[in-house]
Antibody
């Protein structure tokens, strides 16, 4: 069974860079037709898509976050990473890693990682 | 403001049926491939419906989806207390080249 596990600091200072890792087990991130995405959920709010990446490195970014986001893949470690620069309190959220089948649906999700932006 | 519009909340009694709507535009819902997710309290979202009306593995047939034009619906029959959750629709937006989600609908089973 495919499993996704987010990891990274739970507390980030304002203006610094948020960095998270998603480790995939039970399957390969190089499987054809599957993309890897990051979605976040601010406290009490809905889901917000951040970015999606294919193992080849082809990426799609949310227009609202594009200027601050970088996602990458490490196929040797079966990992996907997320960096969000210049964070503010508004970036406090649970960050989910998820697998997407093309542009059709997200079928596997990680449990999520809470990141709080505070001094 | 979400690109896809859902009612903030719906409620019904156990055993009853409920429909949750999702309204979008020609570049997202109207472009096909709507998916629905269930988020139980304190857990990650879970895929319920994909490609408008296909149930994900292990999802009971009490859950159904449909799409017509730029609107989609999620139907739940025979409501159970365990169905209390937030439900989200999602679609790829071809104009934005971005995934878009609805704002979510909280289902309360009275």
């Amino acid at each position: 069974q495919l499993q996704l596990q987010e990891s990274g600091p739970g507390l980030v200072r304002p203006s610094e860079t948020l960095s998270l890792m998603c480790t995939v087990s039970g399957g390969s991130i190089t499987t054809s037709s599957y993309y890897w995405g990051w979605i976040r959920q601010s406290p009490g709010k809905g889901l917000e898509w951040i970015a999606t990446i294919y193992y080849s490195g082809h990426t799609y970014y949310s227009p609202a976050l594009k200027s601050r986001v970088t996602v990458s893949v490490d196929t040797s470690k079966n990992q996907v990473s997320l960096e969000l620069a210049s964070v503010t309190a508004a970036d406090t959220a649970v960050y989910y890693c998820a697998r997407a089948f093309g542009a059709y649906y997200f079928d596997f999700w990680g449990q999520g990682a809470l990141v709080t932006v505070s001094s | 403001q979400s690109v896809l519009t859902q009612p903030p909340s719906v409620s019904a009694a156990p055993g009853q049926n409920v429909i949750i709507s999702c309204s979008g535009g020609s570049s997202n819902v109207g472009n096909d491939h709507v998916s629905w997710y269930q988020q139980l309290p304190g857990t990650a979202p879970k895929l319920l419906i994909y490609d408008n009306n296909k149930r994900s593995s292990g999802i009971p047939d009490r859950f159904s989806g449909s799409r017509s034009g730029t609107s989609a619906t999620l139907g739940i029959t025979g409501l159970q207390t365990g169905d209390e959750a937030d439900y989200y629709c999602a679609s790829w937006d071809a104009r934005l080249s971005a995934w878009v989600f609805g704002g979510g609908t909280r289902l309360t089973v009275l």
